[in-house]
């Protein structure tokens, strides 16, 4: 059990009441600046005064949500005066920062580019969006949404009128015909959360076996696997969903190409296509969706979104195109806290930000930067590392030809000052905030190529 000083009492405390779901290190942040965190003084201090602290270079951001680094000004500012006006009201009533926050999406994917929208996008070519907590409700609400279109859609080219749900009353003789278009197609090692349908589009047999039976109806392809599409998105699938470049397995891209011919499949199907852009999305791979640059032949239906949105502040969002909106009447859905006037209001604050063009520049040249440092280790260490660099953006990192390395990694930076993460089986996730500076990557490069040369050595001397 971790004991550690409770700022307020300078006295040790138990955290015995907080359920053990996380292998923390062993210690406990108290404060931040920018890109770097602060640890508590430890237990054995002789004062409780900041001349015990440690500090860290954080390159993990919250997991990919701290994009504005932490305790930024301005962000705390614009949290003090809406909590001190209004901070939430459920979604009985309206407010005026949800508006905003969901046209100020739209516009700038527009601009931008995404959802299969652009500039020129005409009536009824625009999209709709519902606000959720946190990333694993907007998936969740994603499966929910196309499970109910699938349904509308099936009915309407096979019996010809609306879906309608089977009366209560119905006798044992009664011909409705079961809807069979509610099968969801994922990929392996995907990641869409934790919660049981989230889950059950998570293919890890770690996080999986634990919680069976899953949610049913979900069918696993490959990645880039062209051959297995057919196969995989059928007459019966109502939806897949894709990582655009998959943050929690492992950093894998998805291929133009291949993303093409999903999105024809899923046309010739009547299959609504979902992107999870939820840790890849919001200007972290340089764009303001991974997809954005792409052609409209691989673009999404839907997109769904979170970490950044409001700098950790929770807050999700599903976005559709319009023409699935009619789809999700009143009463399809519903959450408590999403859309709350608190949570939109620094959602807005922290999107404006985002998108300036002066911010995605800087955003662009960082990730170039820190591209280039890393380029040159596969090299330098080819007997641990794959080939190339993993990712997009500050959403990058490194394979390891050794399963257990990526985990000594992270254990070895840590010990010298620098917080990166894992990522699925073989790699090191390397996630910066987006506003971290270049004298802060040269560290943090610094840092890890030390490491691999100690890992390297070590390796050396137990052979």
């Known amino acids: 059990m971790i004991v550690i000083v409770n700022r307020l009492h300078a006295q040790p405390i138990r955290l015995s009441p907080i359920q053990t779901v996380y292998a923390r290190p062993p210690f406990v942040l108290s404060?931040?600046?920018?890109?770097?965190?602060?640890?508590?003084?430890?237990?054995s201090s002789t004062t409780a005064s900041h001349d015990q602290e440690r500090k860290?270079?954080?390159?993990?951001?919250?997991?990919?949500?701290?994009?504005?680094?932490?305790?930024?000004?301005?962000?705390?500012?614009?949290?003090?005066?809406?909590?001190?006006?209004?901070?939430?009201?459920?979604?009985?009533?309206?407010?005026e920062w949800a508006g905003s926050l969901a046209e100020l999406i739209v516009e700038t994917t527009k601009r931008e580019g995404g959802l299969g929208l652009s500039k020129n996008s005409g009536q009824g070519q625009g999209a709709?969006?519902?606000?959720?907590?946190?990333?694993?409700?907007?998936?969740?609400?994603?499966?929910?949404?196309?499970?109910?279109?699938?349904?509308?859609?099936?009915?309407?080219?096979?019996?010809?009128?609306?879906?309608?749900?089977?009366?209560?009353?119905?006798?044992?003789?009664?011909?409705?015909?079961?809807?069979?278009?509610?099968?969801?197609?994922?990929?392996?090692?995907?990641?869409?959360?934790?919660?049981?349908?989230?889950l059950s589009a998570t293919p890890n047999p770690k996080y999986q076996q634990p919680f069976a039976p899953l949610v049913p109806g979900f069918d696993v392809g490959e990645l880039n696997d062209f051959e297995g599409l057919e196969k995989l998105i059928g007459e019966d699938t109502c939806g897949v969903i894709v990582e655009p470049i998959q943050g929690e397995g492992g950093l894998a891209v998805a291929n133009v190409e291949w993303l093409r011919a999903v999105r024809k499949r899923c046309d010739e199907v009547g299959a609504v296509l979902i992107f999870d852009e939820i840790q890849c999305g919001l200007y972290r791979s340089g764009t303001l969706w991974a997809h954005s640059s792409y052609p409209t032949d691989c673009q999404p239906d839907i997109v769904t979104m979170a970490k950044p949105l409001a700098n950790g502040y929770p807050i999700g969002a599903i976005m559709m195109r319009d023409h699935l909106a009619p789809h999700i009447a009143v009463g399809s859905h519903g959450t408590t806290f999403g859309g709350s006037p608190l949570a939109t209001r620094l959602g807005h604050h922290v999107f404006s930000r985002l998108s300036r063009p002066e911010f995605v520049s800087h955003v662009r040249d960082a990730a170039s930067h820190l591209h280039s440092r890393l380029s040159s280790l596969p090299a330098l260490f080819p007997t641990l590392l794959h080939a190339s660099v993993r990712g997009r953006g500050l959403l990058t990192g490194l394979g390891f030809k050794d399963a257990a390395d990526p985990g000594t990694l992270v254990k070895m930076m840590r010990e010298r000052g620098v917080l990166v993460l894992t990522a699925g089986k073989d790699a090191v996730r390397i996630v910066p905030s987006l506003v971290v500076k270049r004298e802060e990557l040269d560290m943090a490069c610094d840092v890890l190529e030390s490491c691999l040369v100690e890992l390297q050595k070590a390796k050396v001397e137990t052979e």
């Open 31 to 43: 404060h931040g600046s920018g890109s770097w965190v602060y640890t508590v003084p430890s237990p």
């Open 56 to 95: 860290y270079l954080d390159f993990t951001s919250g997991i990919a949500v701290n994009a504005l680094g932490h305790a930024d000004p301005e962000f705390a500012r614009v949290m003090g005066e809406q909590a001190a006006t209004l901070s939430h009201t459920s979604n009985v009533f309206w407010n």
């Open 128 to 198: 709709k969006i519902f606000f959720t907590s946190s990333g694993t409700e907007a998936n969740e609400g994603a499966f929910k949404f196309i499970r109910k279109i699938g349904k509308e859609v099936w009915s309407q080219k096979t019996l010809g009128q609306a879906w309608t749900p089977p009366s209560s009353t119905s006798s044992s003789t009664d011909t409705a015909q079961p809807c069979p278009k509610y099968r969801i197609a994922c990929f392996e090692n995907a990641f869409h959360g934790r919660s049981l349908g989230a």
